[in-house]
């Protein structure tokens, strides 16, 4: 590189601090995990999106360059996409792998919404690989990335239960930016930046938010409690409160997941609902992002009760097969705007399988009647969780659900 040549973004270090600079300006990420509704990203006063693999990487660059907005670029490294059968210890694989995404680095590396490169997520051991000889590939792709653009810095991604130590800023010489996946954890990551054998260069939470789903308190049959709306959203603001205070090696962060996730529940983590509707937790980030406070507040579910006189006990609920029950929730609105519910029973998902998801068995419900609704619950026993949505018309919604288990009688 020409000693005059000044990249177009990199992570300098000023004063013991590490800022990123696009175009030579300081660059604070206010970014959204997801490639979902991106016009809204630009709207609400984000300024970069997450991807975590090269799909839709056209369209997806065009968009954001369209509104204003950059990208890391995320590149998949040892997982599906390797092939299961694909062995870290094989040198001559790796070296295989290695080349076959050269062209796609090769192919965006000038595109001008570019931010940075992902170079994996959360990359576990698909090849019979340990920790160290994992962290070694993904050095090794960083390293090639970096010989073909010495332009953008490179990221990788690590959950938050990842190990840190001395040896890591050694095998991952050639990772620029390290990311933290970091939800009810968030406020304990400083000590894996800044600890004795802590990272101590530039980082990022590469995703952020509520309570992960594996984080969260279960029933007695290991079904994850999920947070109100109300909670989730004073677990992120609590989450932005701790980002803030860090002004020396934070460089910004990524919001997850910025529009309709399946994971958990089809409303663990999404901002928005299938149909493009906006939760309380996406209009905290808009208040974050912007300062400004939201025209129209969403509404708040703040509790789900079934009727169910055999029963006591509010955590648990255990359910007759093939019985009618009643279920009544607990909703108001900021605005006193009147609100419209949507019930459903959906089957309990297995959180770790990406294509498990459960759709409503629109045949259990009854009768419907507003806050409350008549369900008749599976003939077979098994785990299932009933769901209310309340609407508002404005454009924003609240849900909550509950896990219940049916017995057969």
């Known amino acids: 590189m020409p000693e005059n040549h000044q990249p177009t973004v990199e992570v300098r270090y000023e004063n013991g601090r590490a800022v990123l600079y696009r175009h030579g300006s300081p660059y604070y990420i206010k970014g959204a995990a ?36 950059t990208v890391t670029l995320g590149i998949e490294i040892g997982r599906p996409l390797w092939g299961n059968d694909f062995a870290y ?16 680095v090769e192919k965006y590396k ?33 390293k090639m990335v970096k010989e073909v653009d010495p332009n953008h810095p490179t990221m990788t991604a690590l959950n938050h239960s990842s190990k840190i130590d001395f040896l890591t800023p050694t095998i991952l010489s050639n990772i ?31 995703e952020w938010g509520t309570w ?9 049959w290991g079904a994850p409690k999920e947070l109100k709306d109300a909670e989730k959203r004073h677990a992120m603001e ?3 409160n701790t980002m803030l205070q860090d002004s020396s090696l934070l460089l910004g962060a990524y919001a997850f997941y910025w529009g309709y996730k399946h994971e958990g529940t089809q409303t663990w983590f ?18 974050a992002w912007s300062g400004k406070t939201v025209e129209n507040s969403a509404p708040n579910v703040s509790e789900i009760s079934i009727e169910n006189p055999k ?19 607990l909703a108001e609105d900021p605005e006193a705007d009147s609100l419209e519910f949507i019930w459903e029973i959906r089957d309990e998902e297995n959180y770790f399988l990406d294509k498990n998801y459960s759709n409503p068995i629109d045949s259990l419900i009854v009768v419907s009647n507003g806050p409350k609704v008549q369900f008749k619950t599976p003939k077979d026993e098994g785990p299932f969780r009933v769901f209310v949505y309340a609407l508002d018309g404005r454009g924003n919604f609240s849900s909550y659900n509950i896990p219940f288990y049916v017995i057969k009688r």
């Open 34 to 69: 997801g490639t979902e509704h991106m016009d809204k990203v630009a709207a609400f006063g984000g300024n970069s999106i997450r991807t975590w693999d090269l799909e839709d990487a056209d369209s997806i660059l065009d968009k954001a360059h369209e509104l204003g907005l």
């Open 89 to 104: 210890w094989k040198t001559w694989e790796v070296a295989k792998k290695v080349e076959e995404i050269r062209p796609f």
């Open 110 to 142: 000038d595109h001008p919404a570019l931010l940075m490169w992902g170079v994996g997520n959360e990359v576990k051991g698909y090849g019979g690989g340990t920790r160290l000889e994992v962290y070694y590939i993904t050095n090794q792709v960083a």
């Open 176 to 206: 620029d930016i390290l990311g933290f996946n970091a939800f009810r954890d968030l406020n304990r990551m400083s000590g894996k930046v800044y600890g004795e054998d802590g990272w101590k260069k530039a980082y990022i939470f590469s």
């Open 212 to 220: 992960g789903h594996w984080q969260a308190p279960e029933t007695e």
């Open 238 to 240: 609590q989450n932005w």
């Open 270 to 287: 999404s901002f928005f609902s299938e149909e493009g509707l906006q939760t309380p937790s996406l209009q905290f980030l808009k208040e």
């Open 311 to 329: 029963s006591f006990v509010r955590d648990n609920f255990y359910l007759e097969s093939d019985k009618i029950y009643t279920a009544s929730a």
